[in-house]
């Protein structure tokens, strides 16, 4: 009998799902349920020859590091340029090894300090993936000697991981402090952590760099992990990814490849003493060659475009974007640009080990420096884009920031270096002929089939109906011309229509439901003489 009312009441709640639908989403049917869900084709690049573009600009990279490294008194250098899956240019210049006159090589190995963060955020998010911790758990479920910390104020929130993650746990910037706690030992640092922290902010409401948070990060994979940070960044990490030159222990290098560190003072190199790996190594403690980092930069850009099909690791792509996007907001600035002059927007903020920004030159662009005593670093790429150049040097805290945006700016001038571009929807291209076919003859049947139930109501039919046939009056039959302008999803476009006497812009937006239809709508006559405006956000010089 109990089956016979589970049947009775499925039934009925079909029946109530079926007849009661909103007025704006037709029965679902095996029809309409597959064009709604059809997949649009992943991003693409619009440009075929892209890579043999940005390849004429390698010798002027290279000429431009060389000079770099004479002007700002860096002993050696290599760069790298990667482009999708690893690397397509690598340059040298210098020494690794002042005294001994070795020159850098491809194969020359470098400390990359701060870029290390970026692991231990990844370690941290395939410990959330695999459910043994999650951001939002309180630190001190971890390492209990936080549980007697005092926040600022008697109304701050416990510290979580996910504050330690974005810098936005309340500590203090500990530059160049940190760079000096790399050997302290396990024992060391639990006396430390059991002494306290002195706060400048309140947790969660402000981004101050951490070299200490990432430490705490360090033993709270220890701890769920049941093994050494450093054990399991080597089997969860570097294994898989072939980085089989990358470590955080110097005297595993072969000390013919490992790149000594110098500061320069009173005109001459001097020699920096080198830090050992200690419990502060998940801050920065890593050594890698410019193979495996082009490795590790490869496979946090193939984690873009979110798409279907196999998810290899040894992190899920989903989480290599999440730790590419801001997590914690910085002050935005502005900037003049070099030579031109013209005011420069920065925006962006922290994600998880990362620093994230949007520049009108590139838009989204993730990157990471590392300085310690004795070498400086820099890792950029650009998602849109499927592109990154990654520098190391060997002398104290030296910065690339700007010569590695000269890279990618030399590689935007080939035409080479550009974003993929999204492909319409099946929706979207539906609505799209339906625009021009109301254009040339409207039918309130045809338009009601394709509007969102808000369409008329924001715009009555009858106003609608006027202005397509007032607007075919002035412009005559009209032809698409089948482009669009860049689309900023598959679900929204804006395109033109080349009619007998002046160019129409349509613009469509699709609403939410199951087919998506259309929620809002825009047909207009292009000024004569106007010119379509192109995505920007530069700004114009001033004087």
């Known amino acids: 009998m109990r089956a016979i009312w589970a049947l009775v009441l ?18 679902v049917t095996a029809d309409t ?19 043999d573009r940005m390849a004429t600009a390698f010798a002027a990279i290279d000429r431009r590091m060389a000079d770099y490294a004479t002007t700002e008194h860096i002993p050696g250098l290599i760069w790298g340029i990667v482009i999708d899956e690893g690397l397509a240019h690598v340059g040298v210049s210098g020494l690794s090894d002042v005294e001994r006159k070795a020159p850098v090589t491809p194969e020359s190995i470098f400390r990359i300090a701060s870029m290390t963060k970026s692991f231990t955020a990844m370690a941290i998010l395939k410990l959330r993936d695999e459910e043994r911790l999650s951001l939002d758990d309180p630190v001190e479920r971890y390492v209990p000697e936080l549980r007697q910390w005092r926040g600022p104020t008697d109304d701050a929130p416990r510290i979580t991981l996910r504050h330690l993650l974005s810098h936005s746990a309340g500590f203090p910037e500990d530059n160049p402090w940190g760079d000096q706690q790399l050997a302290v030992t396990e024992d060391e640092f639990t006396a ?14 402000a981004y101050e760099y951490s070299n200490y948070g990432f ?26 990814l072939g980085m089989t030159a990358t470590t955080l222990e110097p005297a595993r290098v072969n000390d013919a490849l490992r790149a000594r560190g110098y500061r320069w003072e009173d005109a001459q190199w001097k020699e920096e003493p080198p830090l050992p790996d200690g419990a502060f190594g998940a801050m920065g403690g890593m050594l890698t060659s410019m193979s495996d980092l082009s490795r590790y930069v490869a496979t946090l850009l193939s984690a873009w475009p979110a798409r ?44 998880y080990g990362l620093r994230i920004s949007q520049t009108c030159d590139f838009g989204h662009v993730v990157a990471h420096g590392g300085g310690l005593p004795g070498f400086g670093s820099v890792m950029q790429w650009l998602p849109d884009s499927g592109v990154g150049i990654i520098v190391f040097g060997n002398r104290t805290y030296a910065g690339f920031g700007g010569v590695a945006n000269e890279a990618l700016a030399a590689l935007a001038s080939t035409g080479g270096l550009v974003p993929r571009q999204f492909a319409p929807s099946p929706a ?10 109301l254009l040339e003859g409207w039918r309130d049947d045809r338009a009601q089939a394709l509007a969102a139930v808000n369409l008329f109501r924001d715009r009555a039919i009858e106003r609608r109906r006027a202005e397509f046939v007032a607007l075919h009056d ?20 804006v395109w033109t229509l080349e009619c007998q006497r002046g160019t129409v812009r349509a613009e469509v937006t699709l609403a939410p439901t199951v087919p998506p ?27």
Do not use: K, W
């Not at 499925?10 to 029965?27: G, H, M, S």
């Not at 649009?40 to 075929?48: E, H, I």
């Not at 979207?428 to 076919?437: D, F, G, P, T, Y």
């Open 33 to 51: 349920t597959a064009a709604a869900f059809a997949l649009a084709p992943a991003p693409a690049f619009p440009v075929r020859d892209r890579r």
């Open 428 to 437: 979207l291209q539906h609505a799209r002929s339906e625009v021009l076919a």
């Open 517 to 543: 239809l259309v929620q809002h709508l825009e047909v207009a006559q292009v000024p004569p003489g106007s010119v379509q405006p192109a995505p920007t956000c530069a700004a114009p010089t001033l004087p």
């Open 192 to 205: 430390m952590l059991a002494r306290g922290m002195s706060f400048s902010t309140a947790p969660g409401t």
């Open 308 to 351: 279907s099909g196999t998810d290899t690791g040894p992190v899920r792509r989903a989480s290599l974007r999440e730790m590419q996007q801001v997590a914690r907001t910085r002050p935005a600035s502005v900037s003049r640009a070099p030579g031109t002059g013209a005011l420069q927007l920065f925006s962006g903020g922290y994600g």
């Open 10 to 27: 499925t039934a009925a709640i079909v029946f109530v799902l079926v007849t009661q639908r909103p007025a704006d989403t037709p029965a």
């Open 215 to 240: 430490a705490i990060l360090g033993r709270v994979i220890s701890r769920v992990a049941g093994v050494p940070y450093r054990q399991y960044i080597q089997r969860e990490i570097l294994d898989p």
């Open 474 to 493: 002035a412009v005559g039959s009209c032809r698409d011309t089948g482009a669009y302008l860049p689309l900023e999803n598959p679900l929204r476009g």
